[in-house]
């Protein structure tokens, strides 16, 4: 039997965990290997990537089930069935498929899973955004499994990579305690002519940064007779915090997210390194111009 896809891939594993216990991703590929009756080939077979197929499919059913809300990950590469999971079991369903969760009409046909209503670059570019929204949450991951001096330097290294820190980077500090809500500060230009001030908050995604924290870092602004600020979390922000974040009348403001966090660092190639290049051509037409 071939190598199945990855929708293919979701109800299995999904069955092997409604007993409740943690899994891990390696257990899931052995089931789909043995539920598929696959061949030492099919096995063995490699992706461009060098990875094996059947391992990156089954980890992309498993990303799919998780972003779906059907597992957990309590650990790196373990999952663990959720109630909506086994509330999904209990319809006793055929089949698995993305469709059927994301709501979104622009998917394709559960028959048809590789976009062909679609022209090929599209495809590449739908393609491509799975991948990048796989990578931020894989990034975040890594925030949270890192020590708190861990992020705060990543905050430094983004704002760095953003131009800011004058000559050679210097002039930033971070993780000062007991300064008036100021976690850091760094040069705006090269000649240091004017700073920035940051607060850094690593949170858990389900916290919510609300009003009051803003306040209290634009009163530490106020007291550093500084008007510029960026307020940087792992987390999210309150409606009212944006609200109030954007009609500030003499300072500006900026607050980053989990999500721009990790936008930014993909954009600017910090904690991430390019894996593959494809290039799409198309007709020079000067070229085939007549003179």
């Known amino acids: 039997?071939?190598?199945?896809?990855?929708?293919?891939?979701?109800?299995?594993?999904?069955?092997?965990?409604?007993?409740?216990?943690?899994?891990?991703?390696?257990?899931?590929?052995?089931?789909?290997?043995?539920?598929?009756?696959?061949?030492?080939?099919?096995?063995?077979?490699?992706?461009?990537?060098?990875?094996?197929?059947?391992?990156?499919?089954?980890?992309?059913?498993?990303?799919?089930?998780?972003?779906?809300?059907?597992?957990?990950?309590?650990?790196?590469?373990?999952?663990?069935?959720?109630?909506?999971?086994?509330?999904?079991?209990?319809?006793?369903?055929?089949?698995?498929?993305?469709?059927?969760?994301?709501?979104?009409?622009?998917?394709?046909?559960?028959?048809?899973?590789?976009?062909?209503?679609?022209?090929?670059?599209?495809?590449?570019?739908?393609?491509?955004?799975?991948?990048?929204?796989?990578?931020?949450?894989?990034?975040?991951?890594?925030?949270?499994?890192?020590?708190?001096?861990?992020?705060?330097?990543?905050?430094?290294?983004?704002l760095l990579k953003l131009g800011y820190g004058g000559f050679d980077g210097a002039g930033q500090t971070v993780g000062k305690s007991g300064d008036g809500g100021i976690d850091g500060v760094i040069k705006q230009d090269i000649l240091g002519l004017d700073s920035i001030y940051i607060q850094a908050k690593r949170w858990d995604r389900d916290k919510t940064v609300g009003r009051p924290e803003i306040q209290k870092f634009v009163g530490a602004l106020a007291g550093k007779n500084a008007n510029k600020g960026v307020f940087i979390t792992t987390s999210k922000y309150a409606e009212n915090a944006i609200k109030y974040a954007e009609n500030l009348p003499n300072s500006k403001l900026v607050l980053i997210d989990g999500i721009e966090l990790t936008r930014l660092m993909i954009k600017h190639d910090l904690g991430v390194s390019i894996n593959r290049v494809y290039y799409i051509k198309r007709i020079d037409s000067d070229y085939f111009e007549t003179i």
């Open 1 to 158: 039997m071939a190598i199945p896809d990855f929708q293919s891939c979701m109800l299995p594993i999904l069955e092997l965990l409604k007993d409740g216990s943690e899994h891990s991703l390696s257990e899931c590929v052995e089931l789909i290997e043995t539920r598929f009756d696959l061949s030492d080939e099919d096995k063995t077979a490699r992706n461009d990537s060098g990875q094996r197929t059947v391992y990156n499919r089954t980890a992309w059913a498993c990303t799919y089930l998780k972003r779906y809300g059907l597992l957990s990950s309590p650990r790196r590469g373990n999952y663990v069935i959720t109630e909506k999971g086994i509330d999904i079991l209990d319809t006793s369903p055929s089949r698995l498929t993305k469709r059927m969760f994301s709501g979104n009409p622009d998917d394709p046909p559960d028959s048809e899973p590789d976009y062909p209503a679609r022209p090929p670059d599209e495809v590449m570019g739908v393609l491509a955004n799975e991948l990048y929204e796989q990578l931020a949450i894989d990034i975040l991951d890594l925030i949270y499994s890192n020590p708190p001096a861990f992020f705060e330097k990543l905050v430094i290294d983004l």
